[in-house]
């Protein structure tokens, strides 16, 4: 998750964004078990899922997940691409905390790896 708090930052935020823009019940039932699932993935995107899985998950009827899906695509909380042939859908969670970024997974371990493998690149070049 990201560095202002992770998980537990995100869905206090998620709530303080239901006084400005509130979702129905079913958009905060579909953005909790993606939430779950996103963690499950360890935060890697997008979290691919299918509709019957999110229909058991979430214990509604698929239509609802379809209505709920695109009641958080529209307010901002979800980004969703249409899986392709059998591949299920994907998901990307966006960030409560920094809405309209997609939630990270320990961005301060991405940046030491990129630094680490820049520190690399540059032993290799001067290695020839």
């Not at 979800?78 to 042939?85: A, F, M, P, T």
């Amino acid at each position: 998750m990201d560095t202002v708090g992770g998980w537990l930052s995100e869905i206090r935020f998620f709530y303080r964004r239901q006084s400005l823009r509130p979702l129905s019940a079913n958009g905060q039932v579909l953005w909790h078990y993606l939430m779950y699932r996103a963690n499950e993935a360890f935060w890697q995107w997008p979290v691919r899922l299918s509709l019957m899985e999110l229909a058991g998950g979430t214990r509604l009827p698929p239509t609802a997940v379809k209505r709920a899906r695109r009641e958080l695509v529209e307010a901002g909380y979800v980004l969703h691409e249409e899986g392709r042939g059998r591949q299920p859908a994907g998901y990307v969670m966006l960030s409560c905390v920094q809405p309209g970024r997609p939630m990270q997974a320990f961005p301060h371990l991405a940046r030491r790896l990129a630094e680490d493998g820049q520190a690399l690149a540059g032993t290799r070049a001067g290695a020839g």
